[in-house]
Every structure is written in structure tokens, then in C-alpha cells.
């Protein structure tokens, strides 16, 4: 018998969120994957078998999770809370709290540190091997020039992005100040920023139909490699229809990256040669979400409507998780033309 061809958008997954999907990663140590939603859940699923392998429920909806190691994570929340949560035991405990909703979370496998960005302007760093508490495991507290909306990590480099379009570059190894203070360069409200994997720069994206190709090396040079490309639009009628960059992940592997917009749309990118490699077909949604697995086979989709357009009806929130063919992610080597002979 043969085996029925997966669909298009991938194998949907089992019990998902009943609300919005803020995030959802991949483990660098297996499929499993981890979903926090704005119906207060944070999920565990193992996405190769199809299967829900742990919740928890928090006290307001969860902005943001990610893992430790296999077996644990963290999460934070709109209740100001930081919390770990260990999966094999369904055991969670708080680890800390922001004086206002906690936006984003990453951990630092190099400085063995967890680090969160909120709303009230500051950044914090904690460690998770304290017994839990705020007096055990804050390690410092960091202004901001405004409210943090996302974070990222490339070895002992954290780039933060704020609200009115601030970018400071840290190193994690001396967070007393910014190694950098930066402004975006696109125009309007920063979605997302993601450190690219070899370390050089990072990519950011705004609600504007827009992600900026950047790189930390300030000489001239390097400068002048950064450039702007316009994405998730089309044209209706002569106008213009921009859509907002929710989500941007780099694949682990080719260095290549997919961007989700609240068009329904993801689209995967060659970086170094500028060129679009593919367009996957439409979700029933705004996509909210996205995340490769740890060797590139899988990419997790979560078509999950972000309320850019006010309360309206809409479709179910969903996570789909395709398999990745390496034509759609390998950058095409460039052909020169053959020298007349």
C-alpha cells in the first residue's frame, strides 16, 4: 500500500492551543517541540510521532517559552511571572517576576543563564540552578530604552529589539552596558529579530512588509553589505497591501531563512544572494510562529490569527509541521556565464 502523501501545509498536530500561539521551538536535542499560547498553556508535543506530551497552565496567557534541555524549559508570562518547568515530572516552579508582562525568554547554553525582556523596560538574567526565588537565581537587571518585544542569542552575543525601534547588542560575558546601541533601520514597529547562526549579524522584521539584513561588525565595510528587502505584500486594485513580519527563522544548516507574515504566507530566503528560494502555499491565517528542527528536516508553522485587523471571526489556531525538501531551503549555487572561447 502506498503512504498518502502528507498535505500541502504538513501534518497538523493534535490538541493545540485554544487561543492565539505566541511561540513555538524546536529542541536542539530532539523533535519535540514546545507551543506557548494566549490560552494560558504552555504544550509539550513530540511533532515526529504526532503526540502531547505535556501542558501547563499558567496564570495569564503565556507571550513566550523555551527549552533547557530535554526535559525541562521555561516560559513567561503576562502575569509578570518567569517560570521553569520540568516536563518528565509535570512539576513547575517561578523563578522569578518582572514588574509588568514578560514578553520574551531565551536560555544561554554559553552563559549558562536564562535571559527575559519585558514590558517594563528592563532585561533580566537569571540562573536557573538556584533554588527558585527571585533572592537565588537574579543575576542582574538591565534598563532598556523602551518596552523589549524580542530577543536573540548567537553565542555570547543577546541583540534586543524594543518599542521605538531600538536595537542594543550585548555581550553576555559584560551586560554593565551595550556593546552597541543601534536604531532600526525600517521604518515601523519591530516584530522580530533573529541572530543569523554564523554569528555575523542578525535579521529583523516589521509590521511593515520589511526585513533588514544587519551586521555587528561597525567598519565600513561590513556596513555596507546591510541592505532592506520588501516581503509578505501584494498588490490589489493599484494599492498596495503590506502585511506585518511576525516570525523569522534561520534554517541550522544552509544559513537560509523562512518568514511568516500575517498574509498567510511563508517564504524562504537566500540572505547571501538576495534571491526569494520558495514560497510555501497559503495557511488558512496570519502566520504567528515558526521554527526549524534541529537538523533542518522539519519546519513548525502555527497559522494563528495575531489580531492585526481588531477582533474578528477567524480561523482556528493550528500547528502544522512539514518536512523540509532541500530544494526549498538550499541556497543555488550562482552560474556564471561561460567565458566565450
Not at 500541502?8 to 517541540?33: K, M, Q, T, V
Not at 528592563?122 to 540552578?129: A, E, I, N, S
Amino acid at each position: 500500500m502506498t503512504a498518502v502523501p502528507p498535505p500541502a501545509a504538513g501534518r497538523e498536530l493534535s490538541n493545540p492551543p485554544s487561543d492565539g500561539i505566541s511561540n513555538l521551538r524546536f529542541s536542539n536535542h530532539s523533535d519535540h517541540l514546545l507551543v506557548s499560547s494566549w490560552d494560558k498553556t504552555v504544550r509539550l508535543y513530540d511533532a515526529s510521532a504526532n503526540v502531547l506530551r505535556g501542558e501547563f497552565v499558567h496564570g495569564g496567557p503565556v507571550l513566550d517559552c523555551c527549552f533547557h534541555d530535554d526535559s525541562s524549559g521555561f516560559s513567561v508570562s503576562v502575569d509578570n511571572t518567569v517560570r521553569r518547568l520540568v516536563f518528565n515530572h509535570n512539576k513547575e516552579d517561578i523563578l522569578g517576576r518582572h514588574d509588568a508582562p514578560v514578553r520574551c525568554v531565551e536560555y544561554s547554553y554559553a552563559a549558562g543563564q536564562l535571559i527575559t525582556g519585558s514590558w517594563d523596560k528592563t532585561l533580566k538574567c537569571w540562573d536557573p540552578r538556584g533554588a527558585s526565588g527571585q533572592e537565588h537565581t537574579l543575576v542582574g537587571t538591565y534598563p532598556q530604552p523602551e518596552r523589549v518585544y524580542s530577543l536573540s542569542l548567537v553565542g555570547n552575543r543577546l541583540v534586543v529589539a524594543t518599542a521605538g525601534r531600538h536595537v542594543n547588542v550585548y555581550d553576555l560575558r559584560n551586560m554593565s552596558q551595550p556593546e552597541q546601541r543601534r536604531e532600526s533601520s525600517l521604518k515601523y514597529q519591530t516584530r522580530c529579530v533573529r541572530c543569523y547562526p554564523n554569528g555575523t549579524g542578525y535579521a529583523l522584521s516589521s509590521v511593515e512588509g520589511r526585513v533588514a539584513m544587519e551586521f555587528f561588525d561597525p567598519s565600513e565595510a561590513s556596513q555596507a553589505k546591510k541592505y532592506a528587502f520588501k516581503c509578505h505584500r501584494k498588490s490589489e486594485a493599484g494599492r498596495d497591501i503590506v502585511y506585518p513580519v511576525n516570525a523569522i527563522a534561520f534554517h541550522p544548516i544552509y544559513g537560509t531563512f523562512a518568514t511568516g507574515g500575517c498574509d498567510g504566507y511563508v517564504n524562504v530566503w537566500d540572505g547571501n544572494n538576495k534571491k526569494r528560494l520558495y514560497q510555501y502555499s497559503k495557511y488558512p491565517t496570519s502566520i504567528a510562529a515558526l521554527s526549524f528542527s534541529r537538523d533542518g528536516r522539519l519546519l513548525a508553522v502555527a497559522s494563528s490569527y495575531t489580531f492585526e485587523e481588531g477582533d474578528k471571526p477567524h480561523e482556528p489556531d493550528a500547528i502544522y509541521v512539514r518536512s523540509v525538501n532541500e530544494i526549498e531551503v538550499k541556497p543555488k549555487p550562482k552560474v556564471y556565464p561561460n567565458p566565450s572561447t
